[in-house]
């Protein structure tokens, strides 16, 4: 035993020798110390030594385990000096450097196509508006000649938050039309602005429809405006997003804030106006309610109805961007699945 205990002493001095890195070093330390190191399993040898043997090799036994164990940490020690020392004196080139892959980010989809909706019009000379997304009561509604118990309220339900008063009670702005009366109290006529913005519902989910989506809105108040006016923006509109040979119907509709008002249908870019399942064989896709500003509405904004005539036009980028895209579900966009939106960004094309 005393023999073994001498052995394992030099082979092991010889190890911690000869080793110069810290991963030799904690192999060496596991040989020894380990769960079967050869220090850890020795004692289980003990109980069939004499009494006078064991005399000399227990305290041989610490003795080595000891000499083992404070060599290791020197070396150690060393190591870890010799590598700083290295370090220090190690020239800096850059060259060495591993180059590290950019994640690069991008706009949203829906994102990027609005900003091209809008680079459309400020070549028209429409100027970019930011509505508010929380809204009274009055300005989502009522200015826009929608009084409380109108009828019309039921196509815009949306989320009311309880502030206490009735008119001006605080609520998710349904649409950017909200923004119309924000521009035409504010600014005297004539002008040309667009918005672009966040919008709210209490609806029932579905392929083409969100409770939170966006609109893009314009509002273009001067003398002598006509829908032929509106007409032209249209077409203008669709040929710039889509392709130059769509052409554009405007069909009668309601809304309570413009008169006349009007539904706009594009030719189906899918089929050309054949007729097939994306438009319901119609041969047309609607895209767009517009009309002339009610002369109330302007009233209701300081502008004399007499003098000035307006535009107003909404339409909702994410139901473009689905058949730009030929997407199938609106809800897909706020999926956050990477793969899919990253196909869509004109960057990855
Ligand atoms: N605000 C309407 C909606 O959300 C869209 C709209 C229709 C906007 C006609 C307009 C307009 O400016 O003139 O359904």
Redesign the pocket.
Known sequence: MQDKLNQIKSDYLNQINKANSLSQLDQVFLRLFGKNGEITILPKDFPSLAKNELKVIGPLFNFVKQELEKAIDEKRHQVKEAGYKTLATEEWNPDQLIEIKKRQGQLHPISEFEKKIADLFIKLGFQQFDGPQVDTDLNNFELLNIPPQHPARD??DTFYINSGGNQNKLLLR????NT?IHVMKELKPPFRMMTIGR?FRYENLDARHEHTFD?F???YVDRKLSMANLQYLSEYLLKGMFVDDISVRLSP?Y?P??EP??HIFGTCVFCKSKGCKICGNTGELEL????M?HPNVLKNCGIDPEEFSG?????GPGRMAMLKYDVSDLRSFNSADLNFLKGLSSESK
């Not at 767009?288 to 009309?291: K, L, R, S």
């Not at 535009?311 to 339409?315: D, E, Y």
């Open positions: 196509m815009w349904t649409h950017t039309s119309q919008c609109q809105e314009i509002i509709g809304y804030f413009t008002s009007a767009a309610g517009a009309g500003i535009i107003a036009w909404g339409v």
